[in-house]
């Protein structure tokens, strides 16, 4: 009875296969070009210091708790004061990853009646937020400001028109690499009284000012929500809200996923302040993976002719997910880890690889991976191009 009724996923499963779409987790292995430990922070000896000597002095590896319970160890503070001061914010409210906290985001600040306005090629948990939301939603083209700007006029001028608007976007976009327009976005929002909200996943150590995020122009602005995951460059885990002390009490307050939750680990708060102080300590890190950017975004185009991203993120579209998986495939058995992005991650007819560049590959290494990568395209009957 219950093998009949488990048959629905193993026929679903077999879907997946037969349309190249299936997964499985693969271990580690390769020179990473995959990975978004971009600052190589991970393994660095200063936060696993920072670690141990905490647990050396008896800081518990669990919370124990809700933080609105006994789960608010004073590190969770310590690390939300030094959040607002490293992102100009007046105050900071740290989650266990950067899902959860744009999903607490969307579902707590929009409310019923207000409009949410977000970009095309949003992460999943920026979707998955929308959808749970009360709020309204509408879909823009990616980076369209003009768009967004027609959607805002129509709203206010409707029913609903004088409740909020909020506008969601990524800073850098995981999967493509290119960067929001946020000067005309600050400037729109501004405009309309729209709240503007950005992830900054993937540029949060790596751009800005000392790594501070591309939003750091902006800081301060009181219409502003900056989302800055910890578990990317700042190689930790955890995702830091950061806007006015109104959004942040009112989320300790009503947000469901942060009250009725475990609060993270203390340890993790521990990593993640470590982390920040690098950024300050070691700049030659930054420096040097900006280096790194331009010499990957130069090969593509001296190698493959394509103008690159610019970003530390490359996307190298193949379109076929066979091909894709194929070419990835020959890539890991050649010493390089880069790994096949299929829909629903990325729109139907764009499969690709997802070219990560971080401190843990050297010059040497980018230009064997793409002299390979090209050997490789080279070798098969389809013109990727
Ligand atoms: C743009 C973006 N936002 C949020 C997240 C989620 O962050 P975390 O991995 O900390 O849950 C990711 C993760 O891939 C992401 O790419």
């Not at 909020?164 to 976009?173: D, G, P, Q």
């Not at 750091?216 to 885990?237: M, Q, S």
């Not at 809200?241 to 009503?254: A, G, P, Q, Y």
């Not at 499969?351 to 843990?360: G, M, P, V």
């Amino acid at each position: 009875m219950m093998t009949a009724r488990l048959t629905r996923y193993s026929n679903d499963l077999e879907n997946l296969s037969r349309s190249h779409l299936r997964r499985r987790l693969e271990p580690i292995n390769g020179i990473d070009f995959t990975s978004n430990d971009f600052l190589a922070f991970s393994t660095a000896p200063q936060i696993r210091e920072a670690v141990q000597s905490a647990l050396e002095d008896g800081m518990p590896l669990g919370s124990g708790g809700s933080r609105l319970l006994r789960g608010n160890h004073r590190i969770h503070d310590e690390l939300e004061t030094m959040a607002a001061e490293t992102f100009g914010s007046e105050k900071a409210l740290y989650f266990a990853n950067g899902y959860s906290a744009n999903f607490a985001i969307l579902t707590t600040l929009p409310r019923r009646n207000d409009l949410i306005i977000f970009d095309a090629l949003s992460h999943a948990s920026i979707r998955e937020g929308i959808f749970s939301s009360l709020a309204k939603n509408v879909k823009t083209p990616h980076n369209d400001v003009d768009a967004i700007e027609h959607v805002l006029a129509d709203w206010r001028t409707s029913a609903s028109g004088s409740s909020m608007a909020w506008i969601m976007v990524e800073s850098l976009y995981s999967m493509d690499g290119d960067c929001a327009p946020l000067s005309d976005l600050v400037e729109v929002a501004e405009r309309y009284g729209a709240i503007l909200i950005v992830d900054e996943a993937h540029a949060t150590g790596v751009w800005g000012e000392n790594g501070r995020g591309l939003t750091e122009p902006f800081d301060g602005r009181r219409n502003l929500v900056a989302v800055h995951t910890c578990g990317k460059a700042l190689g930790a885990a955890g995702g830091l809200v950061c806007t006015s002390s109104e959004l942040i009490d009112f989320m300790i307050n009503k947000c469901r996923p942060f009250i009725y939750s475990t609060a993270p680990p203390p340890i993790n708060a521990v990593a993640v302040m470590a982390a920040l102080r690098l950024l300050d300590e070691e700049p030659r890190r930054r420096i040097d993976l900006l280096g790194l950017i331009k010499k990957a975004n130069r090969e593509l185009e001296l190698k493959f002719e394509k103008i690159g991203s610019q970003t530390q993120i490359i996307p190298f579209v193949i379109g076929d997910e066979e091909l894709t998986l194929r070419v990835a495939s020959e890539m890991q058995q050649a010493g390089f880890d880069l790994r096949a992005i299929r829909p629903p991650t990325v729109p139907a007819g764009t499969a690709r690889l997802r070219i990560s560049i971080t401190l843990h590959a050297t010059e040497k290494n980018i230009s064997d991976m793409f002299d390979e990568l090209y050997t490789i395209v080279s070798n098969t009957d389809t013109d990727i191009s």
